[in-house]
T-cell receptor
């Protein structure tokens, strides 16, 4: 089992370019999350999907869109990248039941110049 | 709004010593999680604490939860170099509703264990 996978691992964008970060899981989890991690800021939730067909905003959703394509896949889109979106992005999943520990993917390191 | 504060944010300790990392949170919750992150890596779950008075131990690490004080501690016993990492606590945000909860993370504690 691969667990939680993310693509790409690294990406460099110019300001104004768009891109989609992909996340897939084979853990049969209901809930999926996108976080960004910046130095000294911990992890901040961008969007989450409690179950297939639903998405909700987290703490820092501006500049991002998401799609829960099916139970396995949850994508994060930057429509017009800005330098402030330079960060490490983590996808996470959980069952969504009590003791809903989250499992994290390996991360995508994004630089916007 | 739920706020989670960890202290200290930086901790340099000698091998063999004991120390405690503190995690305070601002609103009622009885679900708290501890994660470890090695440099350049992802987050790895360490402990899940689901009730007042919960205590979990794994090797040299022990975590506890006091929901009345809104406080969790991560105690390190006889530290070794391999424990060097960043440790995060995370608290669920029950305001999200439904049966799927969001987590609010602390800023992390960077632990360095020196020989």
């Amino acid at each position: 089992n691969a667990g939680v996978t993310q693509t790409p691992k690294f990406q460099v964008l110019k300001t104004g370019q768009s891109m989609t970060l992909q996340c897939a899981q084979d853990m049969n989890h209901n809930s999926m999350y996108w976080y960004r991690q910046d130095p000294g800021m911990g992890l901040r939730l961008i969007y989450y999907s409690a179950s297939e067909g639903t998405t909700d905003k987290g703490e820092v959703p501006n500049g991002y869109n998401v799609s829960r394509l099916n139970k396995r896949e949850f994508s994060l889109r930057l429509e017009s990248a800005a330098p402030s979106q330079t960060s490490v992005y983590f996808c996470a999943t959980s069952y969504g039941l009590p003791a809903y520990e989250q499992y994290f993917g390996p991360g995508t390191r994004l630089t916007v110049t | 709004e739920l706020k989670v504060e960890q202290n200290p944010l930086f901790l340099s300790m000698q091998e063999g010593k004991n120390y405690t990392i503190y995690c305070n949170y601002s609103t009622t919750s009885d679900r708290l999680y501890w994660y470890r992150q090695d440099p350049g890596k992802s987050l790895e779950s360490l402990f899940v604490l689901l009730s007042n008075g919960a205590v979990k131990q794994e090797g040299r690490l022990m975590a506890s939860l006091d929901t009345k004080a809104r406080l969790s501690t991560l105690h390190i016993t006889a530290a070794v170099h391999d424990l060097s990492a960043t440790y995060f606590c995370a608290v669920d945000d029950k305001k999200s509703g439904g049966s799927n909860y969001k987590l609010t993370f602390g800023k992390g504690t960077l632990l360095t264990v020196n020989p």
